[in-house]
């Protein structure tokens, strides 16, 4: 899934691809980008950054990702001296131009003695709390991703009632690059950040209690109580360079480091683990998908899996991976490169649970190669204690893709067919239903949602939803009260398609003049028949995207955050930057607030600092409060303005 989109998105800091060419003899950094980046960042690639996105974003970011970050497979050759040539270039401002506010950010990644740049932009200077009280839990504290076991990001205890909702306004901003969304716990939130910075703030005011400055992470902290933490409380993170991490939540203090769990080169973690009893258990992504656009990349090896760790230590218990066929040489490609697979399945969601089953419910992506294989574009059954297999489910098969392919591609590596990239990134949710029997209900970038038998794997109902594409359908979360099921839809592709901006590989998929229109918005289930419930298609609305510098923006309407529900009222993003909260009952839209009308003075010391499209893990709900992140570049370059800024809501803004 992600395909590129999903390398770039998910990825710890900025992306740039790169190929891996002899490079330059001297750190130029124009020659360097016009030969090895601008194929894919030219503006053409509607899932890499553009050029002007990039000039959005602080140097440091840019060489943290080619060092040491999710984008360093396919910086292989650059010099250090390169990496910061490409950067300066990149961020260097127009003659004419004003370089724009934005916070400086990390610069270190961990195990990586990082060189120094010069960033865009005023220092952040992060707020210091006057006290740090003790770590409390309360009523309607979020403490994941998905916010109980099933994940289905139903906070039954908001602190604010649905007629609440119109009254509220931003309290306070907080800018940092690459953030994602955060926990809470009491009157602390715990936020990661993919350019390095992992922050303990306090969530009624926005102030620091402490943060660590080596965590390139985009997934959410997990937070609990528990003796192996000497404050009582823990913090578990994943980091992107396949490291999970555990702090004392009240003071920072690293308890353990993991092992590395995968030791190929294009792997990472983008999902946040999820507690099991005294495990943690972990999902492995990749980009090997991207890696696969270089003709001298030898595709491809990967394979997703989940692993299973001490929560204790974090020991590596069992790792299962998600393809069992032995690999084989498909074909040569020359300079003595062969093509072989099975490959893919990568594991980009949070995994739900079953404790009552005992089994951990992933999702997979899409296959690298044309090798049969089942394990892709399937949900996928786990014992708990022991990993082994239960039942899988294969929704697609033959999804064979990597990124790059159509008519003039020289990379060796695509594979033929071509599959329609039709994975998962979304995770799944158990529901109940009216007496007693159970649904897994899992939605794909297809646009179909399915409801599945938890028992035995077998299929119950399927509905299309979206029309789905490789930017489509449902891509990063769905959600659930205890009646209905609720699937934001992406359909990206296919509204690029709209606007003429038809790819060669969505070409490949649908055909000249047979693209399908595009269905983004948000719609509500019923997890017994999978019957469409209601529909409210994202309204086309006014935006700013930062890096139009002043232009009209091309307001993209497409929905692929995650909902968060309370009880009456769906809160969901988009990419052009309106953040909504609809009638659970009807679909119709009760609140509404354009993040990108207005710039913000942030709590961290960034004045006139941008918002953006509203992508990736969506937000979260606690104690009165809502957060959401601004300017998130979760999934693709539409409205990423390089720096995010998380917006804390409240009734009146009080």
Same mark, same amino acid.
């Given at each position: 899934?992600?395909?590129?989109?999903?390398?770039?998105?998910?990825?710890?800091?900025?992306?740039?691809?790169?190929?891996?060419?002899?490079?330059?003899?001297? +750190?130029?950094?124009?020659?360097?980008?016009?030969?090895?980046?601008?194929?894919?960042?030219?503006?053409?690639?509607?899932?890499?950054?553009?050029?002007?996105?990039?000039?959005?974003?602080?140097?440091?970011?840019?060489?943290?990702?080619?060092?040491?970050?999710?984008?360093?497979?396919?910086?292989?050759?650059?010099?250090?001296?390169?990496?910061?040539?490409?950067?300066?270039?990149?961020?260097?401002?127009?003659?004419?131009?004003?370089?724009?506010? !934005?916070?400086?950010?990390?610069?270190?990644?961990?195990?990586?003695?990082?060189?120094?740049?010069?960033?865009?932009?005023?220092?952040?200077?992060?707020?210091?709390?006057?006290?740090?009280?003790?770590?409390? !839990?309360?009523?309607?504290?979020?403490?994941?991703?998905?916010?109980?076991?099933?994940?289905?990001?139903?906070?039954?205890?908001?602190?604010?009632?649905?007629?609440?909702?119109?009254?509220?306004?931003?309290?306070?901003?907080?800018?940092?690059?690459?953030?994602?969304?955060?926990?809470?716990?009491?009157?602390?939130?715990?936020?990661?950040?993919?350019?390095?910075?992992?922050?303990?703030?306090?969530?009624?005011?926005?102030?620091?209690?402490?943060?660590?400055?080596?965590?390139?992470?985009?997934?959410?902290?997990?937070?609990?109580?528990?003796?192996?933490?000497?404050?009582?409380?823990?913090?578990?993170?994943?980091?992107?360079?396949?490291?999970?991490?555990?702090?004392?939540?009240?003071?920072?203090?690293?308890?353990?480091?993991?092992?590395?769990?995968?030791?190929?080169?294009?792997?990472?973690?983008?999902?946040?683990?999820? @507690?099991?009893?005294?495990?943690?258990?972990?999902? @492995?992504?990749?980009?090997?998908?991207?890696?696969?656009?270089?003709?001298?990349?030898?595709?491809?090896?990967?394979?997703?899996?989940?692993?299973?760790?001490?929560?204790?230590?974090?020991?590596?218990?069992?790792?299962?991976?998600?393809?069992?066929?032995?690999?084989?040489?498909?074909?040569?490609?020359?300079?003595?490169?062969?093509?072989?697979?099975?490959?893919?399945?990568?594991?980009?969601?949070?995994?739900?649970?079953?404790?009552?089953?005992?089994?951990?419910?992933?999702?997979?992506?899409?296959?690298?190669?044309?090798?049969?294989?089942?394990?892709?574009?399937?949900?996928?059954?786990?014992?708990?204690?022991?990993?082994?297999?239960?039942?899988?489910?294969?929704?697609?098969?033959?999804?064979?893709?990597?990124?790059?392919?159509?008519?003039?591609?020289?990379?060796?590596?695509?594979?033929?067919?071509?599959?329609?990239?039709?994975?998962?990134?979304?995770?799944?949710?158990?529901?109940?239903?009216?007496?007693?029997?159970?649904?897994?209900?899992?939605?794909?970038?297809? $646009?179909?949602?399915?409801?599945?038998?938890?028992?035995?794997?077998?299929?119950?109902?399927?509905?299309?939803?979206?029309?789905?594409?490789?930017?489509?359908?449902?891509?990063?979360?769905? $959600?659930?009260?205890?009646?209905?099921?609720?699937?934001?839809?992406?359909?990206?592709?296919?509204?690029?398609?709209?606007?003429?901006?038809?790819?060669?590989?969505?070409?490949?998929?649908?055909?000249?003049?047979?693209?399908?229109?595009?269905?983004?918005?948000?719609?509500?289930?019923? +997890?017994?028949?999978?019957?469409?419930?209601?529909?409210?298609?994202?309204?086309?609305?006014?935006?700013?995207?930062?890096?139009?510098?002043?232009?009209?923006?091309?307001?993209?309407?497409?929905?692929?955050?995650?909902?968060?529900?309370?009880?009456?009222?769906?809160?969901?993003?988009?990419?052009?930057?309106?953040?909504?909260?609809?009638?659970?009952?009807?679909?119709?839209?009760?609140?509404?607030?354009?993040?990108?009308?207005?710039?913000?003075?942030?709590?961290?010391?960034?004045?006139?600092?941008?918002?953006?499209?509203?992508?990736?893990?969506?937000?979260?709900?606690?104690?009165?409060?809502?957060?959401?992140?601004?300017?998130?570049?979760?999934?693709?370059?539409?409205?990423?303005?390089?720096?995010?800024?998380?917006?804390?809501?409240?009734?009146?803004?009080?």
């Amino acid at each position: 899934m992600r395909t590129w989109l999903a390398g770039l998105a998910l990825a710890a800091t900025s992306v740039i691809s790169f190929s891996a060419q002899a490079q330059p003899a001297a +750190p130029d950094g124009q020659a360097i980008y016009e030969t090895r980046c601008k194929a894919c960042h030219g503006g053409g690639n509607p899932r890499a950054p553009s050029r002007a996105d990039l000039a959005q974003r602080p140097a440091a970011d840019i060489v943290a990702a080619l060092t040491g970050g999710i984008m360093a497979p396919m910086a292989q050759g650059l010099s250090d001296a390169d990496k910061q040539a490409v950067a300066a270039y990149l961020t260097a401002p127009a003659p004419s131009e004003t370089p724009s506010a !934005a916070p400086a950010a990390s610069a270190r990644t961990p195990g990586v003695e990082m060189p120094q740049v010069a960033v865009k932009g005023p220092t952040t200077l992060d707020p210091k709390c006057a006290t740090n009280p003790p770590i409390q !839990a309360a009523l309607g504290d979020w403490a994941s991703t998905g916010l109980d076991d099933r994940s289905s990001r139903f906070q039954r205890n908001p602190g604010l009632s649905a007629a609440d909702v119109p009254r509220l306004k931003v309290k306070w901003a907080f800018s940092m690059t690459g953030g994602g969304q955060p926990s809470v716990v009491g009157d602390w939130l715990f936020v990661t950040n993919r350019s390095g910075k992992f922050y303990a703030l306090d969530a009624k005011t926005g102030c620091v209690h402490w943060s660590v400055n080596d965590m390139v992470a985009r997934a959410t902290p997990i937070v609990l109580k528990s003796p192996i933490s000497p404050s009582g409380w823990l913090a578990v993170v994943a980091q992107s360079d396949r490291h999970v991490r555990a702090f004392d939540a009240q003071t920072g203090q690293q308890l353990w480091k993991s092992a590395e769990l995968e030791s190929h080169s294009a792997s990472v973690l983008t999902a946040a683990p999820v @507690i099991a009893g005294d495990r943690l258990l972990v999902p @492995i992504s990749s980009i090997e998908e991207a890696a696969a656009m270089s003709k001298g990349y030898a595709c491809c090896t990967f394979r997703g899996s989940l692993a299973s760790l001490d929560l204790k230590t974090g020991k590596l218990l069992w790792k299962t991976s998600m393809i069992d066929e032995p690999t084989r040489v498909v074909r040569e490609k020359g300079g003595g490169l062969k093509v072989s697979g099975p490959a893919g399945a990568a594991i980009w969601a949070a995994p739900s649970l079953d404790l009552k089953r005992g089994l951990v419910y992933v999702v997979t992506g899409d296959s690298y190669t044309d090798v049969d294989t089942i394990g892709p574009d399937a949900v996928v059954a786990l014992d708990i204690k022991t990993g082994a297999i239960r039942w899988r489910r294969q929704v697609t098969e033959r999804d064979n893709f990597v990124m790059g392919c159509g008519p003039t591609s020289q990379s060796g590596n695509c594979p033929t067919p071509m599959g329609p990239d039709y994975d998962f990134g979304a995770t799944p949710i158990l529901m109940t239903l009216k007496g007693g029997k159970q649904v897994l209900v899992a939605g794909q970038k297809s $646009g179909i949602v399915y409801g599945i038998n938890p028992d035995s794997g077998a299929l119950i109902w399927k509905t299309p939803v979206g029309n789905g594409s490789a930017l489509g359908g449902v891509e990063w979360g769905i $959600g659930a009260d205890d009646t209905q099921v609720y699937v934001p839809i992406s359909d990206l592709g296919l509204i690029f398609a709209e606007g003429r901006n038809l790819t060669p590989e969505a070409q490949a998929i649908f055909g000249p003049g047979k693209v399908p229109s595009a269905k983004p918005g948000l719609y509500a289930l019923d +997890p017994a028949t999978g019957k469409i419930l209601w529909s409210a298609p994202a309204p086309k609305a006014p935006c700013v995207y930062a890096a139009d510098k002043g232009k009209p923006s091309n307001c993209i309407r497409s929905q692929s955050a995650a909902p968060a529900i309370i009880p009456g009222l769906v809160f969901e993003g988009a990419f052009d930057g309106w953040f909504r909260a609809y009638d659970a009952k009807t679909g119709k839209i009760v609140w509404e607030d354009s993040t990108t009308s207005r710039t913000y003075d942030t709590l961290n010391g960034i004045k006139g600092q941008p918002g953006g499209g509203i992508d990736g893990m969506g937000p979260t709900i606690a104690r009165g409060m809502v957060y959401v992140m601004s300017g998130n570049n979760g999934a693709a370059r539409v409205g990423s303005n390089g720096v995010n800024v998380l917006l804390a809501y409240s009734v009146d803004g009080k």
